[in-house]
Each structure stands twice: as structure tokens, then as C-alpha cells.
């Protein structure tokens, strides 16, 4: 079966800190990858999604970066944090263009 | 610029009774159409779908309805339980994949 693993579950920076988060996929190949993020009583945003190894593409422009170095693996950076990039982090995977996501459990990033 | 909305932030239900959740997308390219439920601090779980060549989605209690000329979709929960009660995402997909802005629900014993 397929899982998806997403780390580290709470993490507290300090400004201007640089920050990466992993989500990995098991069980499955050539899976289309997203990242969102969902601020303080706000919805779902979507940050980037890829459909293959080295291809990102970025719905928002701000201070994160994607990077997906194997087929499984997908990567949130950033160079460095701001106060406005604190949220809860989730990473997702899909199978198909027709189907639906399924989530890692999120990370929830705090930037003091 | 927000493509999926929902434009009810929360809604509350007494138990037995129908729950009935709204979302508006922009996209006409869109062409598959999800409801996720989530909990704090969780991930969102897939609830149920439905595709853009079809209007109606039934699975057990929960039934999505699709309106392609008004961009809208629904979800209809009957009879609603207590354990219903978190947070319902509407999202619409081609490549990307959006979703709105929730809807808080709380069923009422």
C-alpha cells in the first residue's frame, strides 16, 4: 500500500533562519506531488505541485522554494524565514490527473 | 486570485437533519471535483468525488452534486451525525489541484 511520510511534525525558527521540509512517497512510482500551506483560520493554499523529477511548477510567489531531486521526494525551502511564512505545512500525492490526493500529516511551522 | 470558494466559513446542522455544503469554482477547465473533511492539526481525508461528466455522486450518506453551467458544487450529508462535525474542503483539479476555503461544520446532538 501506499503511504506518504512528511517531517518533522513541529518545528519553531527564528527569523531570517533557513528551513527545509521532506515528504516522501512509498509504494508507488511517478506520483504527482503537491505542497500547501494553510495559515491561521485560512483554507488550503496551494504552493507547488510537480508531475516528475526536476519539474516545479509555483503558484505563489514569496520566500519558499520546491525542489523534487528523486521521484518519490519532494522538498520545501527557504533561504530565509519570515514571520508571515508560520502555517501548517502538508504535502500531498496522487496517482492519477483524475483522482484524488492523499496527505501527509502536516508540519506546523512556527517563525518567532 | 481564489478558484474554489466557499462562501459559508461555517454551518451548523442539528443531528439527523441535512447538511448541505457549497463551493463556487472559477475554472471551467476544471474537470474532477473532491470533498475532503479535516481535523486540526491533521491532514484532510478524502471524503468523496465526483467528474465533470457526471452530476450526482452518492456514497452512503454523502451525496455530491455537480452544476457545471454555475460552476458549483454541493454536498449533502443525511442524516448528519456528530461525528460529522470538522472542517469541510471543496477542491477542483486538472493538474493543479485547488481548494477552497472551508466550511466548519458542527452537528448538534
Known amino acids: 500500500s501506499q503511504t506518504i511520510h512528511q517531517w518533522p511534525a513541529t518545528l519553531v525558527q527564528p527569523v531570517g533562519s533557513p528551513l527545509s521540509l521532506e515528504c516522501t512517497v512509498e509504494?508507488?512510482?511517478?506520483?504527482?506531488l503537491y505542497w500547501y500551506r494553510q495559515a491561521a483560520g485560512r483554507g488550503l493554499q496551494l504552493l507547488f505541485y510537480?508531475?516528475?523529477?526536476?519539474?516545479i511548477s509555483s503558484e505563489v510567489p514569496q520566500n519558499l522554494s520546491a525542489s523534487r531531486p528523486q521521484d518519490r521526494q519532494f522538498i520545501l525551502s527557504s533561504k530565509k524565514l519570515l514571520l508571515s511564512d508560520s502555517g501548517f505545512y502538508l504535502c500531498?500525492?496522487?496517482?492519477?490527473?483524475?483522482?484524488?490526493?492523499?496527505f501527509g500529516q502536516g508540519t506546523r511551522l512556527t517563525v518567532v | 486570485d481564489q478558484q474554489v470558494k466557499q462562501n459559508s466559513p461555517s454551518l451548523s446542522v442539528q443531528e439527523g437533519r441535512i447538511s448541505i455544503l457549497n463551493c463556487d469554482y472559477t475554472?471551467?477547465?476544471?474537470?474532477?471535483f473532491l470533498w475532503y473533511k479535516k481535523y486540526p492539526a491533521e491532514g484532510p481525508t478524502f471524503l468523496i468525488s465526483?467528474?465533470?461528466?457526471?452530476d450526482k455522486n452518492e456514497d452512503g450518506r454523502f451525496t455530491v452534486f455537480l452544476n457545471k453551467s454555475a460552476k458549483h458544487l454541493s454536498l449533502h450529508i443525511v442524516p448528519s451525525q456528530p461525528g460529522d462535525s470538522a472542517v469541510y474542503f471543496c477542491?477542483?483539479?486538472?493538474?493543479?489541484?485547488?481548494f477552497g476555503t472551508g466550511t466548519s461544520l458542527t452537528v448538534i446532538p
Open positions: 500531498a500525492w496522487r496517482k492519477r490527473r483524475l483522482g484524488e490526493a492523499f
Open positions: 509504494g508507488t512510482s511517478n506520483p504527482n
Open positions: 510537480s508531475v516528475g523529477i526536476g519539474q
Open positions: 475554472n471551467s477547465m476544471f474537470d474532477y
Open positions: 465526483i467528474s465533470s461528466i457526471k
Open positions: 477542491a477542483a483539479t486538472g493538474n493543479q489541484f485547488y
